[in-house]
């Protein structure tokens, strides 16, 4: 069956770094566009960043250009958010999703506060 595994998260001071890791499996990954949304409390989830299935395009929302970048490895089947310079606003769970599946992970916790 399809799962995708997020992981990385924690607290972190404002100004600070994450990576987060998703791990996919049961559906074939190199041939999905891979994305990463979060969805705040009390608000909607948002797109943050999608990846092409080679990886060659990358998309990210404005609110994360220029601090956040999408990565991907085929032969590990997994993506990966780097995340710097954050702000307080980037607090929320945080989700990869796959082109391929309506499947939603667990997701991992962000919470970036001093």
């Known amino acids: 069956q399809v799962q995708l595994v997020e992981s990385g998260g924690g607290l972190v001071q404002p100004g600070g770094s994450l990576r987060l890791s998703c791990a996919g499996s049961?559906?074939?990954?190199?041939?999905?566009?891979m994305s990463w949304y979060r969805q705040a409390r009390e608000k909607q989830r948002e797109l943050v960043a999608r990846?092409?299935?080679?990886?060659?395009?990358?998309n990210y929302a404005d609110s994360v250009k220029g601090r956040f970048t999408i990565s991907r490895d085929n032969g590990k089947k997994s993506v990966y958010l780097q995340m710097n310079g954050l702000k307080p606003e980037d607090t929320a769970v945080y989700y990869c999703?796959?082109?391929?599946?309506?499947?939603w992970g667990q997701g991992t916790q962000v919470t970036v506060s001093s």
């Open positions: 999703k796959s082109s391929s599946t309506t499947y």
């Open positions: 049961g559906f074939t990954f190199s041939s999905a566009t």
């Open positions: 990846i092409s299935p080679t990886g060659s395009n990358t």
